[in-house]
């Protein structure tokens, strides 16, 4: 029987086109002028730190910035960038530039197996801050209130069965009661190996019904007796 269900951002929940370009461009055009206007903040020398012990060398302003760009043009899952990313994105929100793409069928459902008493919980390489903006600011307005928490790449890579190990630890719930549903079948196999229950979500591609993980086009189709 499910308890809660953690569910990925990119292609699961929300379009990659949304996260590929929208954010990320928007990310990239904006990160100099960020960096350059708020260099000097507390949460930016942070930032600034965690980036100069990733590379191994203390670094100017123009390096971090040259650095930062070149970790988005090879779409790097460095944890800094993120976060660095997760501020710019929260400007444009908050201006208006954009709002958090989510599929209906996600929507519906996610406030379905909430109503239905389930713990729902996010897993992304992006931030956690940047996870909670996009549910924030959403055309079917603020839907944090539907999760119970958040974790990303600082409880590990998602490609790897300790961070789930770790998920089902933290929420003290057994790996055979939690689901995972994500568009990334290595991540599916890292959380099946952890003991969890997964779902592939194909969205736009035909599923096929004989592939493991189970697959789905869209939270419709997905049956919480498994």
Not at 59 to 68: P, Y
Not at 113 to 134: E, N, P, R, T
Request: a negative charge; aromatic letters at 12%; charged letters at 25%.
């Amino acid at each position: 029987m499910i308890k809660a269900i953690i569910t990925d951002i990119e292609g699961t929940t929300s379009s990659l086109s949304f996260v590929k370009e929208v954010l990320f461009p928007y990310a990239r055009a904006n990160i100099s002028d960020y960096v350059r206007v708020h260099r000097g903040e507390p949460q930016l020398d942070l930032l600034f730190k965690a980036i100069c012990d990733e590379v191994g060398e203390e670094l100017g302003i123009e390096s971090i910035i040259a650095q930062l760009i070149q970790w988005i043009d090879e779409d790097k899952k460095v944890t800094s960038l993120k976060s660095l990313q997760g501020l710019i994105w929260e400007a444009g929100y908050k201006k208006g530039d954009f709002k958090g793409h989510v599929y209906l069928d996600a929507v519906e459902n996610l406030k379905a197996w909430k109503a239905k008493g389930l713990d729902l919980y996010i897993y992304s390489s992006g931030s956690v801050y940047a996870q909670k903006l996009l549910f924030e600011h959403t055309e079917y307005g603020d839907l944090t209130p539907l999760f119970s928490g958040y974790f990303d790449t600082n409880i590990g890579g998602k490609k790897e069965s300790s961070s789930y190990e770790k998920i089902a630890a933290q929420l003290a719930i057994p790996s055979k009661e939690l689901l995972f549903l994500s568009d990334i079948k290595e991540e599916l196999v890292a959380a099946k190996v952890a003991g969890f229950q997964t779902i592939w979500l194909t969205r736009d591609d035909v599923s096929d019904l004989q592939a493991e993980p189970l697959q789905v086009s869209s939270f419709d189709f997905i049956d919480l007796k498994i």
